[in-house]
């Protein structure tokens, strides 16, 4: 069987600074070929319960901005052939300037945004900026839209679109049907790349994707080993690069 190209998420400072680097290094041994890495912010409108929660758990030990891209950049150092992207909310990067934020993030190695509350058509500058500094904006497509708003970001000439696979925030499990195919087709309608995430967290869902997407992601089912298993540090490496193997099909 073919390799399936992953895309794993992990939460900057989770579960503290030292082992979210083992984390991102883990990962990337059970075949991520991006880190899609979050930048923890207080008011999340797409993670679901597991994710707010290593947010939040990140941020009450004073975590910054600044940690998350010395992060980025240390994992850009040691696997410069690994694509990280870096997610977070338009709060974050709106903030300090668009500009700005753009230009420290390309410094670290970072290759694409992904700012879920941005919208692709109203996005404070965010994709201009990333342009300027050689990255990408990765918008976000859901099933919610209509279907006059989805074909307007499916031909917005986006090389690549994140694609939530359902409605709601990330972390309970995605049944992949016809439906769920459907809208793939549609995302990708305009030529974009198409990344599919929200609830992947088994290699049968993973293997039922990977014909309709360029990537697949998956978050939550990674932050749950790490909180599970995050006074091990070795069982929780293990068992991250066993579950990234079992998603990428290694």
Do not use: W
């Not at 990962?27 to 597991?50: R, W």
């Not at 998350?68 to 709106?94: F, Q, R, W």
Request: charged share 20%; hydrophobic share 40%; aromatic share 8%.
């Amino acid at each position: 069987m073919n390799k399936i190209k992953l895309m794993s998420h992990l939460v900057a400072g989770f579960p503290n600074p030292e082992a979210s680097y083992i984390v991102a290094e883990s990962l990337i041994k059970g075949g991520a070929d991006i880190l899609e890495v979050q930048l923890p912010f207080s008011d999340p409108s797409a993670d679901g319960p597991a994710i707010q929660t290593a947010c939040t758990q990140v941020l009450k030990k004073g975590y910054k901005t600044k940690d998350g891209l010395e992060l980025i950049s240390k994992i850009h150092s040691a696997y410069p052939d690994v694509t990280i992207y870096l997610m977070s909310y338009g709060n974050l990067i709106y903030t300090p300037g668009v500009d700005n934020f753009c230009k420290r993030a390309s410094i670290a190695g970072v290759k694409g945004m992904i700012i879920p509350d941005f919208p692709f058509d109203f996005d404070e500058g965010l994709s201009e900026a990333c342009k300027k500094y050689g990255m990408i904006n990765i918008p976000v497509a859901a099933p919610s839209m209509s279907d006059e708003r989805l074909n307007k970001l499916a031909h917005a000439g986006f090389p690549y679109i994140y694609a939530a696979l359902r409605t709601g925030i990330t972390g309970s499990d995605t049944v992949v049907d016809d439906k769920t195919l459907d809208f793939l087709k549609k995302v990708s309608q305009g030529g974009s790349k198409v990344y599919g995430g929200f609830g992947i967290s088994k290699g049968e869902q993973a293997k039922a994707l990977a014909s309709s997407v360029d990537s697949i992601v998956a978050g939550s089912v990674f932050v749950r080993i790490i909180d599970e298993n995050q006074n091990d540090i070795n069982k929780l490496s293990r068992l991250l690069e066993e579950k990234a193997k079992e998603l990428s099909g290694l």
